[in-house]
Antibody, heavy 121, light 113 residues
Framework: EVQLVESGGGLVQPGGSLRLSCAAS????????MDWVRQASGKGLEWVGR??????????TYAASVKDRFTISRDDSKNSLYLQMHSLKTEDTAVYYC????????????WGQGTLVTVSS | DIVMTQSPDSLAVSLGERATINCKSS????????????LAWYQQKPGQPPKLLIY???TRESGVPDRFSGSGSGTDFTLTISSLQAEDVAVYYC?????????FGPGTKVDIK
């Protein structure tokens, strides 16, 4: 059974840093592109960024709103995905989901349950 | 960036009646090499992550009831719930995964009339 479990969320002050983790199980992580998506309370969904698989050199792309502040990485040997967040702003407050990209359809079927990041003084 | 719009913002439908949600992309999301539209529909209930209903604009995900159907191509798409059930109360999002940055529509809230 495919599972994605995020952790690392919490309360952080503006300008601070936080690192989220996503533990993957039930599939071969190294085969897949992985994304982060966030959702502020009562708001819509916003794509944060993507890390491609080993075959595509683990390249990353980011939304303009987080570029140069957030970094996505992965450790396939530990079945883990990470989102390092720096220079956090109040508008980064959201539930953060990790998402697996399907190899065949590129669709996003598997989502974690999310971890809440609150940026506030 | 590809902008996704949805209409209506919300709708209330009687149990057993049809619900229709429209989605428009600011540019075509039809990939010419495979003739697939990179458009998905999600259902989200409070406190839960989104659930994939439809991908490639019209392919129903395994396990999704057949009252859910997707149609459209290019820039105009529709999600239809043919006979609304109580458990279908949720917010529905369209999503383009054709080109980064990947973007979502603002969502349509579906309620029971």
């Amino acid at each position: 059974e495919v599972q994605l479990v995020e952790s690392g969320g919490g309360l952080v002050q503006p300008g601070g840093s936080l690192r989220l983790s996503c533990a993957a199980s039930g599939f071969i992580l190294s085969d897949h592109y992985m994304d982060w998506v966030r959702q502020a309370s009562g708001k819509g969904l916003e794509w944060v960024g993507r890390i491609r698989n080993k075959a595509n050199s683990y390249t990353t792309t980011y939304a303009a709103s987080v570029k140069d502040r957030f970094t996505i990485s992965r450790d396939d040997s530990k079945n883990s995905l990470y989102l390092q967040m720096h220079s956090l702003k109040t508008e980064d407050t959201a539930v953060y989901y990790c998402v697996r990209v399907d190899l065949h359809s590129s669709s996003w079927y598997y989502w974690g349950q999310g971890t809440l990041v609150t940026v506030s003084s | 960036d590809i902008v996704m719009t949805q209409s209506p913002d919300s709708l209330a439908v009687s149990l057993g009646e049809r619900a229709t949600i429209n989605c428009k992309s600011s540019q075509s999301i039809l990939y010419s090499s495979n003739s697939k539209n990179y458009l998905a529909w999600y259902q989200q209930k409070p406190g839960q992550p989104p659930k994939l209903l439809i991908y490639w604009a019209s392919t129903r995900e395994s396990g999704v009831p057949d009252r859910f159907s997707g149609s459209g191509s290019g820039t105009d798409f529709t999600l239809t719930i043919s006979s609304l059930q109580a458990e279908d109360v949720a917010v529905y999002y369209c999503h383009q995964y054709y080109n980064g940055p990947f973007t979502f529509g603002p969502g349509t809230k579906v309620d029971i009339k």
